[in-house]
């Protein structure tokens, strides 16, 4: 089985401020994580995703994220928020076994930014 | 190059009634996921096509089939509507492709049951 837990369904910081938002997953395997975007009345674009190469993530829109096992983690990060940053975050687990690629989202974050 | 498509974008329903929702892949992808998102909530893994065949399904009712098409599309029927079904339904196209592992999606159907 595996879970996303996000924690803080809201995250408010002033524009030029560091963003983080944070996610832990559980895994019975090794997981293959991944951060979605969604905007108002929008689908989910991928920001980045961790397939087991490089722990260090660098995605679009300058967010990156860290893989750290010890930790159970997959933070979402970008050090400078923008204005058109707003909008809802999900992290997700996928599991890499033959015919496994449904995702598990978390509940989200919602990202308010403060001009 | 078209990203996934969803037909229709909203639709009504009542109580009761069927609805058919449909989903067209990114070009090249040959997987097709569905996914329900209540309000405020993740998406909900609903079940994936692949070679014309459910291969995978998450834990919803039987009320919730599937097909898929010889050339890719795919659609999702939900019979005996209840207002609980009210929700964003979102396609998702992928590449049966163990190096790749991304799945796109499509800007959803909005579904409301009254």
């Known amino acids: 089985a595996q879970s996303v837990t996000q924690l803080g369904s809201h995250v408010s910081v002033s524009e030029g401020a560091l963003v983080l938002l944070r996610c832990n997953y559980s895994s019975s395997v090794p997981p293959y994580l991944f951060w979605y975007v969604q905007y108002p009345n929008q689908g989910l674009q991928l920001l980045l995703k961790y397939t087991s190469a490089a722990t260090l993530v660098k995605g679009i829109n300058g967010f990156e994220a860290e893989f750290k096992k010890s930790e159970t983690s997959f933070h979402l990060t970008k050090p400078s928020a923008h204005m058109s940053d707003a909008a809802e975050y999900f992290c997700a687990v996928s599991q890499p076994n033959f015919g496994n690629e449904k995702l598990t989202f978390g509940t989200g974050t919602r990202l308010t930014i403060i001009p | 190059d078209a990203g996934v498509t969803q037909s229709p974008t909203h639709l009504i329903k009542t109580r009761g009634q069927q609805v058919t929702l449909r989903c067209s892949p990114k070009s090249g992808h040959d997987t097709v996921s569905w996914y329900q998102q209540a309000l405020g909530q993740g998406p909900q893994f609903i079940f994936q096509?692949?070679?014309?065949?459910?291969?995978q399904r998450g834990n919803f009712p039987d009320r919730f089939s599937g097909h898929q098409f010889p050339n890719y599309s795919s659609e999702l029927n939900v019979n005996a509507l209840l207002l609980g079904d009210s929700a964003l339904y979102l396609c998702a196209s992928s590449l049966e492709d163990r190096a790749s592992y991304e799945q796109y999606f499509g800007p959803g159907t909005r579904l409301t049951v009254t």
């Open positions: 096509y692949y070679e014309e065949e459910e291969r």
